[in-house]
């Protein structure tokens, strides 16, 4: 037995590019800027084309975010994914992870129920959090491995490589699995010529919250079991910096390691 | 004037309707991470924190849980450390770690307990168990906090008043601000905190505990991955480890890192361990692996000496760096937010600076380190 034409979907999330990354006053992040491809998300879709590669099959991409992550996900059917959904509904706003999550396992749930692997980013550059991936494995049942830098076929299973404190472990699993991809893994491809051409929106699937089945109790800030209660800006306290601008490069790296080797005189 | 509005709000806020909706949930638990043999640092840290914060509670009890081979034998140095209680769970094909046998240990064990607090690692692997712990859990989680608190929290919209929230604190992104996270609604509210964040208690060894063997009702299907290899020492990067830290930013680009690589060499080879940092944007430009990363999702690193050179002092690297004895900055930009925690500095193009410091070092400068 030999895995053959998966049903492959990538979780993917559209971040503000990192310079236009900015908190509202409620704390929600502002994702009216200029935006990307969550960079995890890339190399989760790397992988994606990579396996599509030696085993066939087809990719759907999955997103949650406003209407203007339609250009994320043109971009990576650019890269050759087949098709994609994006789950978008003013409902949405403020869900945290856990409701992330229940909107995005319902949405494979429904739409994708046959589907034997999920890649997703190892976390997003704007959350950070890595709860998302193994959230939606949980909630439709699924193996997962997380910090994934390496994956190989064996047999109807997958050989994957994941990081660990100090070192890594290599594990046998069988689908269907959700794998979190660390950037660590790949250089993500660019667009091809040949999937730009077949790439039309039309391949964009957007579902509101009602279509995949949830209700407004259940998302956003009211499915959410975390919220932001506040958010303070941070005050660092430390003495003035003591600065040396005056002289030649010699003069001055010379003042400055000796200054960083003096003894602080008192405390 | 300022003490009239506190009291003012403080009338108003408890003026709104107490709730609890623990339901008997109390007192606060631990995960105590282990590499399937030995402890990891932060098992100890986050102990030392839960007991800190159990002074805010009405009960007390601080239990560690325990998962891996033999783990009974770390049962003494977590209660020595601050537990009250510790759950051991113990089976040799623990050794390795895997998810769904974690999971449902987790999982079964706080059913049992019951806290209203639980407190996980933010390690590669706590990342990897906390979120399906919470996801089944049914359960909010707040990731890769910097701080911890307890205390009321009045949600006016829902005519609410907690006495007891968890205020969970993350570094929010792009910005120097700290949001603070919170869930009294669901039980155990649940947090993974940053390793080397918090600060472990010195061991007390007349301190007495429970030790509660515990045995979750693992299925056959929890054990279906297979672990194949383990490479140990894999990443030969130890930050944590280094005396002197030279981390770089983005602008840099390869040439700058080649450079900063040759002062950590220079430094290395007048027999002081250094060690090359980088910023988050410089590593997921594809600069330099993320072992290398400092900062919120990188490493939280506190070394005698942190050069931070071309970086600009975004707060998650500010989070990873802070509490390094000596700072160090050197950036174009004057206004750079680095130097506000820069003890010493020069304003210039990293291109004029580091060839010097490199060219001094090798000529035999060395750094005195308290220690």
Redesign the interface.
Known sequence: MSLKDLNIVVLLKQVPVPKAMKTKADGMMDRSGKSMINPYCNAALEEALKLREKVGGVITVVSMGPPNAKQSLIEAMRKGADKSILVSDRLLAGSDTWATALALSSTIKKYLPDTDIIFAGLQTIDGDTAHVGPQVAEHLGFQQVTYVDKIELEGENLKVRRFVEGGWETFITPIPVMLSIHTAANTPRGPSLGAALRTSEDNITVYSVEQIGLTKEEVGVAGSPTIVSRVLNVVIDRPPVELFNEGSATERVGKLLEAVNRKEESS | MSTDREKAKLERDMAVPEVDLRDGASGIATWAQT?GENL?PAALEILGEARRLSEKLEDKTVTSIVIGKDAEKHAQTLIEHGADRVYVISDDRLL?????PY?RAIVDAIREIKPEIMIYTA???G??LA??C???L???????CTQLDIGM?VNRKKGQRFMHAF?MMR?????????????P??YPQSSTVRPGVFAKLQPDSSRTGEVVKFEPKWVEEDW????????????RVELEKADIIISGGKDLGREGFEMLQELVDAIRANGQVAELGAS??A??A?LI??DHQVG??GKTVRPE?YFAIGISGA??H?MGM?NSK?V??INIDPNAKI??????????DYK??V???I??VKNG?T??LDK
Do not use: C, M
Request: net charge negative; no cysteine; proline share 3%.
């Open positions: 590499d990891h390795e770690y895997r998810t769904l999971v390690s590669a692997i990342r990897d979120p399906r919470a996801a089944r049914h359960v909010g989680l707040s990731a890769d929290y205020k570094p929010s992104f792009g910005e120097s601000k700290l949001a603070t996270i919170i869930g609604w669901n279906i991955q297979e672990v194949v290899e383990v490479q140990k020492g894999g990443s988050r944007a590593v997921n594809g692996s993320s919120q999702t000496i707060v998650q500010l802070q000596k160090v900055a130097f506000q925690v820069a003890d010493y500095g020069i304003v210039d004029n600076v060839p010097e410091l060219k001094q400068f750094f005195e």
